[in-house]
């Protein structure tokens, strides 16, 4: 029943079958060469980032996690009761229904998500957990903008929550056009509650992207693997590596697919060379200073109106409003 109602209540915004081939061909004529990252979460590359979350290494997801337990009680009473809560990619839902959980009565919930499969199914996990919060999925890409559903309940404001620093995946500009769409989403009364990964020591930073189990590894080689069973493109595999490096005057993690022998891939007829060597670009994952996050959010129209780091200020979150 609970799937039943995920997808009666979907708002189907039919995002664009996204142009891999024409991604994938752009990418690869540039110099030098470079793929994008939201090519990473098929079936497979978002079971290997949930893999990547329980490394040890992996600090993000486990201290984001003890942070928001921590503050819960504080956003709960600035938000109120009744909240319509929106979430951009939402994934697994696991933060979610700790947030629904811990705020007071919210009236609704709208996870944006561009994968309807993994939509419906997390949606009719928190549908049974939370039968009193109305779920209104849209199935979307949310780097694009979205028309909220409307609650049947009249909310009294809009909560956006967009954890897990998935904003540090994106350029500066694509980062301020996200706010944006953001702060039109959640109208003047709203709020924004985003998790970002702070600044610290490279070498823990490093670490977390290059896991000694070798899962993110695996994580970032499924992009060739994907091409491959998508596209019928011959990537060897055993050809490149996967290289991720703290660029400390950038202040992000910067990560490649290094290619190991001078190699010709084909892909859709076109073949690619590559030097022995040669660093193809696939991912950002920038770190914030406390200031740096504040002027991004004002560029995008928005004020950090308050937040908190965990005790070791490694990883933050922002209760930002217009
Ligand atoms: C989803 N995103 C915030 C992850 C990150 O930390 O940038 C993706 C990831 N890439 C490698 N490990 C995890």
Redesign the pocket.
Known sequence: PATARAHAALTDLHPPADDILRDALAGLSRTPKRLPSKYFYDAQGSRL?EA?TRQPE?Y?TRVEQALLDDYLPAIASAIGSGAHVVEYGSGSGRKTRRLLEGLREPAAYTPVEISRAALLESTARLASALPAVEMLPVCADFTRPVPLPAPTRRPRRTLVFFP???L??FTHDEAVGILAAMREAMGADGRALIGIDLQKDPALIEAA?NDAAGV?AA?TLNLLARLNRELGSDFDLAGFRHRAVYAGERSRIE?FLVSQRAQQVQVAGRRFHFDAGEAMLV?Y?HKYSDGGFATLAAAAGLAVADGRNDPRGWFGLRLLRP
């Open positions: 980032f990547i992996y993000l897990g620093s998935t540090g995946n992207y993110t994580f990560t991912e994952s």
